[in-house]
């Protein structure tokens, strides 16, 4: 079965500091890999998605996710972090078949300190 | 556009009493729904998901349920709140594909619920 592994709980990076969260997926076939971010008390919001073709995706908000078969990746970065940044983050894959629910990592929480 | 509308907010209950939370979207026809929940540091929790009126399909053992009475609203449930059900509850739809196309999963605003 597929799974999703964020290996890291919990991120404190400086305004303007550069950021990447990992995410690691375990399926057979090939991928097809989501970001969410939520920040606290509302739903998850849609970055950015990798379902073929470059395997460098650009989303909203400034945000970038590079597909790596060799490593079964598919981090996140951002140049310069905002304040507003600050949020959880959820990395996600699904399946060939559409109709299922994606499986979810367990998510990192960012913090931006000034 | 497509819209997801999720009701109440905010709910604050007993631990005995019924439950009712109830999801809406608007603008599209026939979406798949799901029903996810998140306990405080732990993740998001896939509890039911819906391809048709009538067809809930379960994913954990538990005191709640989930209908779909109409095509583009669906309610989870339980009869008798338990401590444990305090959390916060994700709806998502997503379009329905066939021959295996992969879809994205959209998230509506949540209800927070506090079981005392």
């Known amino acids: 079965a597929q799974s999703v592994t964020q290996p890291d709980i919990h991120i404190t990076v400086s305004e303007g500091a550069s950021l990447e969260l990992r995410c690691n997926y375990s399926y057979g076939a090939t991928p097809y890999l989501f970001w969410y971010v939520q920040s606290p008390g509302q739903g998850l919001q849609l970055l950015l998605k990798?379902?073929?073709?470059?395997?460098l995706v650009q989303g909203i908000k400034g945000f970038e996710a590079e597909f790596k078969r060799s490593q079964s990746s598919f981090n996140l970065r951002k140049p310069s972090v905002h304040w507003s940044d600050a949020a959880e983050y959820f990395c996600?894959?699904?399946?060939?078949?559409?109709?299922?629910?994606?499986?979810f990592g367990k998510g990192t929480r960012l913090s931006v300190i000034a | 556009s497509q819209t997801i509308h999720q009701w109440p907010a905010t709910l604050v209950q007993p631990v005995g009493s019924p439950l009712s939370l109830e999801c809406t979207v608007e603008?599209?026809?026939?979406?798949?729904l799901y029903w996810y929940r998140q306990a405080a540091g732990r993740g998001l929790q896939l509890l039911f998901y819906?391809?048709?009126?009538?067809?809930i399909s379960s994913e954990v053992p538990q005191n709640l349920s989930a209908s779909r009475p109409q095509d583009r609203q669906f309610i989870l449930s339980s009869k008798k709140l338990l401590l444990s059900d305090s959390g916060f509850y994700l709806c998502?739809?997503?379009?329905?594909?066939?021959?295996?196309?992969?879809?994205?999963?959209?998230f509506g605003p949540g209800t927070r619920l506090t079981v005392l």
């Open positions: 998502a739809w997503s379009v329905p594909r066939s021959g295996g196309a992969v879809t994205t999963q959209y």
């Open positions: 603008g599209t026809s026939n979406p798949n």
């Open positions: 996600a894959v699904a399946t060939y078949s559409g109709n299922t629910p994606l499986v």
């Open positions: 990798y379902f073929s073709g470059d395997t």
């Open positions: 819906s391809v048709g009126i009538g067809q």
